[in-house]
């Protein structure tokens, strides 16, 4: 099972931030935090990961908690080609382990 | 920028019917997944692959289902005796080591009739 907890849905004005929480609680100290997007039924696409310190790319930035029990991932200025479901995975660093999958957020960016 | 490159895009097939799905995998990858999703459902996982051999795979891998790299590009997943079940999104995809990310596929959409 998922060993994260995110909000089933969430809104957000285009050119606004979107901020997405996860929650991490049973997280290990050799876990990364990982996100990922789905745009309708394409494939996951990659957008950030992190251990412990704030992460920024040219997609977006992560933030987590200083206990590292929850994480936001924040796309600056949202577009309305950022509608998608979005993933929070934790996974063991340096380890080639399948990716469990939860359900996700699904964020609509409007007009 | 490299990727993960899966055909057909959309496969069509009887049930009872084999089918392979094809990907092609980032130059000089070393692992290789297979995920599927059934339409309104999680992604799921179902193999991963190295060095010619099966990983991990989970309880929906079971002996009907089998993966192949047959040369040194292509990483396929067959299906021998398609079921209604089997309908769904299959993604492909692959990462070069351990400190790497896996990097996902467009996908190919199955649909058994």
């Known amino acids: 099972d998922a060993k994260t907890t995110q909000p089933p849905s969430m809104d957000c004005a285009e050119g606004r931030a979107a901020n997405l929480p996860c929650n991490h609680s049973?997280?290990?100290?050799?876990?990364?935090v990982y996100w990922y997007r789905q745009i309708h039924s394409q494939g996951p696409q990659y957008i950030i990961h992190?251990?412990?310190n704030n992460e920024t790319n040219e997609m977006a930035s992560l933030i987590i908690t200083e206990d590292r029990k929850s994480s936001t991932l924040i796309l600056p200025h949202a577009t309305l080609r950022d509608t998608a479901v979005y993933y929070c995975?934790?996974?063991?660093?340096?380890?080639?382990?399948?990716?469990?999958f939860g359900t996700g957020t699904r964020l609509q960016v409007f007009p | 920028e490299p990727e993960v490159t899966q055909t057909p895009s959309h496969q069509v097939t009887q049930m009872g019917q084999e089918v392979i799905l094809r990907c092609v995998p980032i130059s000089n990858h070393l692992y290789f997944y297979w995920y599927r999703q059934i339409l309104g459902q999680k992604v799921e996982f179902l193999v991963s692959?190295?060095?010619?051999?099966?990983?991990?795979k989970s309880e929906i891998f079971d002996d009907q289902f089998s993966v192949e790299r047959p040369d040194g590009s292509n990483f396929t997943l067959k299906i021998r005796s398609t079921k209604l079940e089997d309908s769904a999104m299959y993604f492909c995809a692959s990462i070069g080591g351990a400190a790497d990310t896996q990097y996902f596929g467009p996908g190919t959409r199955l649909t058994v009739l």
């Open positions: 995975i934790v996974r063991i660093v340096y380890n080639t382990d399948k990716l469990i």
């Open positions: 992190g251990l412990k």
């Open positions: 049973t997280i290990s100290g050799n876990e990364y």
């Open positions: 692959f190295y060095n010619n051999e099966i990983s991990e």
